[in-house]
């Protein structure tokens, strides 16, 4: 009797992992719909996505390559928002300044950034706003609001 009900039990571990693979089979999940599933969305002054560029908020845009923020300083109008995209060979994190508490514009910071995608944050308060890639602290830049 023992043996039957192990090998019932058994019996049912099987069948419930090809029921498993079949429904994987079945309903596979793209790569580029698994990436939007795992991206943290931000608050509605920031926000990840991997679109490379289409249907983005409208404003300045900040390239981020491996030499740092191109242009490193832009001035905008309160309201408006930045969009830097991330064209360098690796992550990146841009955050208000100081490294490493980010406390002059705390909600200013992207958490990791992948390569190809971008980070839009609108500014609402008027001044000066330093920030860094808080993954290469050394690589600044400034963002004037008027």
Not at 41 to 49: E, L
Not at 89 to 95: G, I, Y
Not at 111 to 120: D, I, P, Q
Request: glycine share 6%; charged share 10%.
């Amino acid at each position: 009797m023992i043996f039957l009900k192990k090998a019932l039990t058994i019996s049912l571990i099987i069948l419930s992992a090809l029921t498993l693979s079949a429904c994987d089979l079945l309903f596979p999940q793209s790569e580029e719909s698994a990436s939007t599933q795992n991206q943290s969305q931000q608050s509605n002054t920031g926000d990840v996505n991997n679109n490379s560029g289409q249907n983005q908020i409208s404003g300045v845009k900040v390239s981020v390559t491996d030499n740092g923020f191109e242009p490193s300083s832009v001035t905008i109008g309160a309201g408006q928002t930045v969009t830097f995209t991330n064209n360098s060979s690796n992550p990146v994190f841009v955050a208000s300044d100081p490294h490493p508490t980010h406390t002059n514009l705390p909600e200013f910071q992207s958490k990791n950034v992948a390569v190809g995608e971008s980070y839009s944050f609108t500014f609402n308060q008027l001044g000066s706003w330093g920030y860094h890639n808080h993954l290469n602290p050394s690589v600044r830049g400034t963002v004037v609001v008027n």
